[in-house]
């Protein structure tokens, strides 16, 4: 599996603005999210991307790609039709090849030597199918992630064949149907916001636009449902956090992530201490 494209989403109307926002990243250098992104995945080998965006917003997104401008291609999502239907979007682009798709609300911080899209295409081009990343995740954050169910690959530590699939389940839906041996009590593996996906995911959201006669919002969860049908196809726990920059104070600790996990950890560690002494000096009971 040859993954040299990618697409990343950012047309929600929550999310439109969020890959906008500017982070110092791991090497102390100021950059916005979206730039963080691209180069995750120019890291990962992919040669050609696409961002699916809110119509009228390619002049601020061609402003927040920096350098690399020209090695991204804008497409509108015309209606906000949900998350699938943003995804549908891109099919021109990827043209019936393997794609790595990213989020545009989520950064990705990596506890490896290579980044989390490059672990993913890793695992994707060894194992030669589709591969979703997930996160153990606690059950009370189970509102805002897709779930998986399933069983470990037999002497792979952290890779799983996926087996079922719920798209935002309650903790009752999850313990009845997501249970994943091996992982703590009240967790379940939540989609990370990184996939390597097949051509056949395209084609199966165009099945699903084109079998309901009545637009609404598409998810991308039924058809990677039907992708495991059809198909192998496999999730993995990365070495890293994903941190979602739309969730309150989400930009705050993907900002703290990246410092802790860069060049300046040592002084970012020091005013933490410092911070943490101070608050408490503050907070302690008058004599």
């Known amino acids: 599996m040859d993954i040299k494209k990618a697409v990343i989403t950012a047309a929600g109307k929550n999310q439109r603005t969020l890959p906008l926002q500017s982070l110092v990243d791991r090497d102390g250098t100021p950059r916005t999210a979206l730039t963080i992104l691209i180069e995750e995945v120019l890291q990962a080998g992919g040669e050609n991307i696409c961002v699916v965006i809110s119509p ?44 790595l798709l990213l989020v545009g609300d989520h950064l990705y911080v990596s506890r490896a030597a290579e980044n989390c899209a490059q672990q993913l295409v890793a695992i994707a081009r060894a194992e030669r199918c589709a591969v979703s990343a997930v996160q153990a995740t606690h059950e009370s954050n189970l509102p805002f992630y897709g779930t998986i169910g399933g069983r470990l ?77 059809r198909e192998r196809y496999l999730a993995s726990e990365l070495s890293g956090r994903r941190y979602d920059i739309g969730a309150q104070y989400g930009l705050w600790l993907a900002q703290l992530a990246l410092a802790m996990s860069g060049r300046d950890r040592e002084e970012i560690l020091a005013r933490l201490t410092d911070m943490l002494a101070q608050h408490a000096l503050d907070h302690s009971p008058r004599p």
């Not at 920096?66 to 699938?84: A, S």
């Not at 021109?92 to 393997?98: A, K, L, N, R």
């Not at 839906?173 to 056949?200: D, K, M, T």
Request: hydrophobic fraction near 35%.
């Open 56 to 99: 009228g917003d390619e002049s601020a997104y061609r402003a927040a790609a920096g350098p690399h401008t020209d090695r991204v291609r804008f497409i509108e999502q015309k209606d906000p039709l949900g998350y699938g239907h943003a995804v549908h979007c891109a099919r021109s682009f990827t043209d019936g090849e393997p794609f």
């Open 153 to 229: 690959v037999p002497g792979r530590k952290g890779l799983y064949q996926v087996e079922s699939m719920i798209e935002k389940p309650t903790p009752t839906q999850a313990e009845q149907e997501l249970i994943v041996p091996g992982l703590r009590a009240g967790h379940y593996l939540c989609f990370f916001g990184i996939h390597v996906l097949s051509p056949l995911v395209m084609e199966l959201l165009d099945r699903q636009l084109k079998d309901d006669h009545t637009p609404r919002p598409l998810s991308l969860t039924p058809a990677l449902r039907a992708l495991a049908g």
